[in-house]
Each structure stands twice: as C-alpha cells, then as structure tokens.
C-alpha cells in the first residue's frame, strides 16, 4: 500500500514576529500548518523582541519555539548604550526564566556586510557561545562572508554544542567543517534558483543527516515569488529542490530532515 500522508516539515528559521505576519500571527500558522508545516522555531534578534517570540510560540506550545541571542544585524539600534557584559547579562537572566520551548541561542554570528564593528561583533558572538556552552543550548548561527572566521572562533573557544548554520550558501569544504563541529546545514530558497548552481551542486553532495530545511521568512523569497514576502507555507517547495537535487524520495527525506530537526535542538520528535 503506497503512503499518501504528507510528510511533516519543521521550518527551522522563520521570523514570524516580523511585520508581514501582522496583525493575525494565527492565520498565517494556520497557513504553515495546511502546508504540512508542524513545527517551527522563531529565532530572535535583539532584546526589543525576545518577549514577542516567546509569547508567540504560546498559540502552540508544542509546534512552535524559540531562540533569544543577538543578531549582528541590529547590535548598533537594539539597546546600543549597554555593553557587551550588560548584553549578556540580560540574556542570562532571561535564560533563567525562560520555558520549555526556547531551545537555542540565536540569531547571532558575523556579517561582513553591515556596518557594525568588526571587533563588537565577535565580541558578543564569543559571549553567546560561552552562554550557550553552559546552557547546554545549540546555538543558530548568522554568516554573510565570514563563515572562515566563525569556523576559527567556534575552534578557539571549544564550543561542543553543536546548532544550525543558517542560510548555508558557502563551499562543501566549509560546510564539511561546519558538519564536523557538530551543526546542521540550514537549507532554504537560495536551493530553488538555477542560478545558485555553486549552492546547488554543493548541497547534493552533503550528507542528508546533516541537513535541515528553513524559510527565513518574510525574508529569501524563493524563486518565482520574488517580490512578495516569504512565508513558511512555502517550505514544501524547498524539499521539493532538495529531493530532485538528492535524486531522493521526497516522503523519505523529508522523514530523516524531520528527525535532523529534532535532534539539533534536542526535541522530542513523536
């Protein structure tokens, strides 16, 4: 008898607490939910949005997550004035009081492209991975050109607990590197462009246990919705360009990327 069911899908980075999923945040899940989309982890940003992200993951506590960190991004508007000691102590306490469903740290890393310090910017990495090393937590890392010098500063600073390398774009060397340090590749629409053969051909040769899908959304729109928000209904279309550049079933890979999913952020997968 051939199995119909749908397979399950987890999104692995999708800000919906961003502005184009309000004001109905429940629609839209509901929206992910039809599109086979049963689980979700909302990374933050900054503190002016670690309380949103909690309080969405309570219109269902047991689909939706979260991460609290820093993004590179923002550190010159979220809070400027505190310092990186200040920074971390305020994570650390909202650590201490957060609940069952935030399993992570992130978003956070380095990008060469925005105009934040170099030097503050692996600052308050180095800072979070310390955090997370003690909190036991996988850590979600941010990477625009500088995925050399995380690999270095993961090294340096003996990090062990693993995460996801979002919006992998890079060489299959500097994924294998990544995969070695114990973290998932984070997949999403860059894969669905023939342009990004590079990407492309990269992915189809990584080993199907160290990868995870994700939308990034509103953000990455894939190819054909240009234009338009990114939305985590969308996801099926990435494993979609996964499994033809897999040559795999996609019922099959969609079973082990669910168990990836699980496993790098230490949740019981049912």
């Known amino acids: 008898m051939t199995n119909t069911a749908k397979p399950r899908l987890f999104d692995t980075h999708c800000h919906l607490d961003f502005e184009p999923f309000q004001p109905d945040v ?14 979700l982890l909302i990374p933050s940003v ?3 949005n670690w309380g949103a992200v909690q309080e969405l993951t309570t219109i269902a506590p047991q689909q939706l997550y979260y991460a609290l960190g820093f993004h590179p991004y923002f550190l010159n ?3 400027p004035e505190m310092s990186c000691s200040e920074r971390m102590a305020f994570l650390e306490e909202r650590l201490a009081i957060s609940d069952e469903n935030c399993v992570a740290i992130g978003e956070c890393g380095l990008d060469a492209i925005v105009d934040v310090s170099p ?8 800072a979070q991975l310390s955090i997370a090393q003690h909190a036991g937590l996988p ?9 050399s010098r995380l690999l270095q500063l993961i090294k340096r600073h003996k990090f ?3 995460g996801v390398l979002h919006a992998f774009s890079g060489s299959e060397q500097q994924a294998q590197a990544f995969i070695q340090l114990g973290f998932k590749i984070g997949i999403g629409g860059v894969i669905t462009y023939p342009r990004a053969a590079k990407t492309r051909r990269t992915v189809a040769r990584l080993p199907l246990e160290s990868l995870v899908l994700e939308t990034d959304a509103p953000d990455m729109p894939l190819c054909g919705l240009q234009g338009q928000a990114n939305h985590p209904k969308y996801l099926p279309l990435v494993l979609q360009t996964l499994a033809q550049l897999k040559t795999c079933d996609v019922t099959d890979i969609a079973a082990h990327l669910w168990l990836n999913s699980h496993q790098v952020f230490g949740i019981d997968a049912d």
């Open 46 to 48: 900054g503190i002016s």
């Open 160 to 162: 062990t607990r693993g």
């Open 119 to 126: 030097a503050l910017q692996e600052a308050i990495l180095i």
């Open 139 to 147: 850590i979600i890392l941010h990477s625009r050109k500088t995925q």
């Open 26 to 39: 429940r629609w839209h899940w509901q929206q992910a939910c039809d599109a086979s989309v049963s689980r």
């Open 77 to 79: 508007t979220d809070c």
